[in-house]
């Protein structure tokens, strides 16, 4: 069984003490929890923070102070050791929504009074009872649409609230057979050597049937949207990525973990690759992009049957010239 109690426990009272204190003492509770050398990964336009104080105000202060009544309401929760070459320790993985009470602008989204939810994954790195590092990605464009407005033309994929695992399985707060994570990391390894060819020799739908369940659920940002099956995944995105991108760079992950049939990995950035053609309903730019990206997967038996995807479509689209955010600032809510 998966020995991981201790390191949990620490990200859960992290996730309790950011529900309960006062917005004034959210500093205390995060340094409390975090190393001196804290380094924290966020989206767009947060990106590398230093510190607790400095996470505590650029980041959680503010969206605390935007979003009343916050809380966090996991669908997934797992740790494991990184299975590639990096620093040490356990990494504890959480995803969900942050929901609360829109009731002050935040990035310069203006509030609507309703609540939202802000689709979220963290991977925590717990080392010496204190965490050391955190890479959070959060889908904003997501947030933006809630508030009224368009970041992006109409895609291909459905844009939702979107459901944790099919199963209702997925916090895994208790020990795990060992055995079953080194499946679903076999699993997601084997997807992830398909994946980086980008040319297997076979049809694109053959080759995602090698690895994932035909009724898989791609649950993909805002601006791409979710999509059901392999034949409409192939249609819907994952055959127009590939159509509009040339000299993808290889994959590079800063951690890879798997716990029980749940597992995935992240990047700072994953990879890059030029704007060759048509994507999102933009046009080509012959620039090339950053996908900072965070997979979280479920498995079923020795395939994937499900995927959360969380891509930094804000810092993509600024390194194409295109400053979504920004534009947001300026545009009313419906």
């Not at 006062?22 to 990106?47: E, K």
């Not at 649409?145 to 208790?174: I, N, R, S, Y």
């Amino acid at each position: 069984m998966t020995k991981f109690q201790s390191e949990k426990q620490i990200v859960r009272n992290l996730y309790r003490r950011l529900e309960t204190v006062p917005t004034d003492q959210t500093d205390t509770a995060l340094q409390l929890a975090v190393s001196d050398d804290y380094l924290w990964r966020g989206f767009h336009p947060f990106n590398e923070i230093r510190g607790g104080e400095a996470v505590a105000n650029h980041f959680w202060i503010p969206l605390r102070t935007a979003l009343t009544s916050m809380r966090r309401r996991m669908d997934i929760f797992f740790a494991g050791v990184n299975s590639l070459d990096g620093p040490e320790g356990v990494w504890v993985v959480s995803m969900g929504h942050l929901m609360g009470l829109f009731d002050e602008a935040w990035l310069g989204i203006q509030p609507t009074g309703k609540m939202v939810m802000l689709r979220y994954c963290e991977f925590n790195r717990v080392a010496d009872n204190k965490i050391i590092e955190t890479a959070m990605y959060f889908d904003i464009p997501h947030l933006m649409m809630q508030a009224g407005l368009q970041p992006f033309p109409p895609q291909k994929g459905e844009h939702m609230v979107q459901p944790g695992p099919m199963t209702h399985d997925g916090l895994l707060f208790e020990p795990q057979p060992s055995a079953e994570g080194d499946r679903t990391l076999a699993a997601i390894n084997a997807m992830i050597s398909d994946l980086g060819q980008w040319d297997s020799g076979l049809p694109l739908e053959d080759e995602l049937r090698r690895t994932w369940h035909e009724t898989m659920c791609w649950w993909g940002p805002a601006g791409i949207g979710a999509i059901y099956s392999i034949e409409r995944y192939a249609k819907q995105h994952s055959g127009p990525f590939r159509a509009a991108f040339t000299e993808r760079s290889k994959t590079q992950h800063i951690c890879r973990l798997a716990e029980g049939h749940y597992g995935g990995f992240f990047g700072w950035p994953n990879f890059t690759a030029t704007l060759s053609g048509h994507f999102m309903g933009m046009p080509a730019t012959g620039l090339s992009g950053e996908f900072r990206v965070i997979d979280i997967y479920r498995r079923e038996g020795d395939k994937l049957a499900e995927n959360w995807i969380f891509i930094d479509m804000l810092h993509f689209w600024k390194m194409q010239g295109l400053d979504i955010l920004g534009q947001a600032r300026e545009t009313p809510n419906t």
